[in-house]
């Protein structure tokens, strides 16, 4: 194999009680990379379309993820990357996340797999890090492995992968301001209070034990966030009247998605999820933010070739 084209979905991160450890992948919404192999060694981004990004690989998250990579095995030719951009950087749907997954994925893939999925992560989470200021892995795991994921510890790197209830669909409305990751990580106090510390670890225990046993209503009451959302909720337009909408249209739980500003409402099934963002139409309509909002059963795949020769 020569020439690799691949779909890098987004996905949502933190998911209200897992802050920087659990995220899930989403269906509809993701970029398009083509990665060829070249004679030349190292990396070079060729083509970026969509967005005002780097082609400097040591500041592009892609560039950066595959150099990592490459660093582990060594080789006398190197790769070409392509970057046709859907989901916007600043959305808080996992934009450097699809990158940095998407560079490492396709240059595995034309190297005969030599890497496991998790061992994938490890040098995606590098990439992560240079849009975000820190190592996290909760949004390139679920890209990598599909599904609902938790990172237990980055360091060493252990992640889980989680069961998808059937009928689990995600609301997410993206409001078209940017945030960037690294300025809502700095706003985040450094210490938890014990009370809600508690809270929170009940929540994302119980959450996880929901996905195993297909339970709606405990989902529900699991997706609080104690700590987070109090401080970056004020950074969204709307966020409280959009948490009752979703809420009131039947929503199970609504919280921000990754850093923000996107929001995300997860419901049980899909008629669910056109009420709810019918409910949330109705907030930011008249608020004259542009937005989008997609609706997306949760994608068990993660990333996918959709061509090689
Ligand atoms: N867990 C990360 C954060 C996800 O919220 O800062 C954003 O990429």
């Known amino acids: 194999m020569e020439e690799i084209k691949i779909f890098a979905p987004a996905s949502v991160a933190n998911v209200s009680c897992g802050f920087d450890v659990l995220g899930f992948c989403l269906g509809p919404v993701g970029d398009e990379m083509v990665i060829r192999k070249s004679s030349t ?19 592009n998250v892609a560039g950066v993820a595959a150099e990592t990579l490459l660093t582990s095995y060594p080789i006398d030719y190197g790769f070409e990357i392509e970057i046709y951009k859907k989901i916007k950087a600043g959305s808080g749907i996992g934009s450097s996340a699809a990158s940095a997954a998407g560079a490492v994925f396709g240059i595995n893939e034309l190297l005969g797999k030599p890497f496991s999925p998790h061992q994938l992560i490890a040098f995606a989470m590098e990439g992560e890090s240079v849009a975000s200021g820190a190592a996290h892995a909760d949004n390139v795991s679920p890209v990598l492995l599909g599904g609902i ?15 998808t209830p059937k009928e689990l669909t995600a609301v997410i409305l993206h409001p078209k301001i940017e945030l960037k990751t690294m ?71 609504f919280g921000i998605s990754g ?6 409402a997860l419901t049980k099934g899909m008629d669910k999820a056109k009420k709810v963002s019918e409910g949330i139409k109705k907030i930011i309509s008249p608020i004259g933010i542009d937005f989008e909002i997609h609706l997306s ?9 959709i061509s090689s020769q």
């Open 41 to 59: 060694q190292g990396v070079t981004i060729s083509k970026i379309e969509g967005q005002d990004l780097p082609y400097d690989v040591k500041k």
């Open 259 to 264: 850093s923000g500003p996107s929001v995300y």
């Open 183 to 253: 300025h809502a990580r700095e706003i985040l106090k450094k210490n938890v209070p014990m009370e809600k510390a508690i809270q929170q670890w009940g929540n994302l225990g119980a959450f996880v034990s929901a996905l195993y046993k297909e339970d709606y209503e405990l989902l529900s009451r699991s997706l609080k966030d104690e700590i987070v959302e109090p401080m970056r909720s004020l950074l969204i337009p709307e966020f409280e009247s959009l948490k009752n909408a979703s809420l009131n249209a039947g929503a199970l739980g």
């Open 149 to 163: 994921t938790l990172v237990r510890s980055i360091n060493p790197l252990d992640v889980i992968s989680l069961p």
């Open 297 to 305: 059963n949760i994608n068990n795949q993660g990333l996918k070739i």
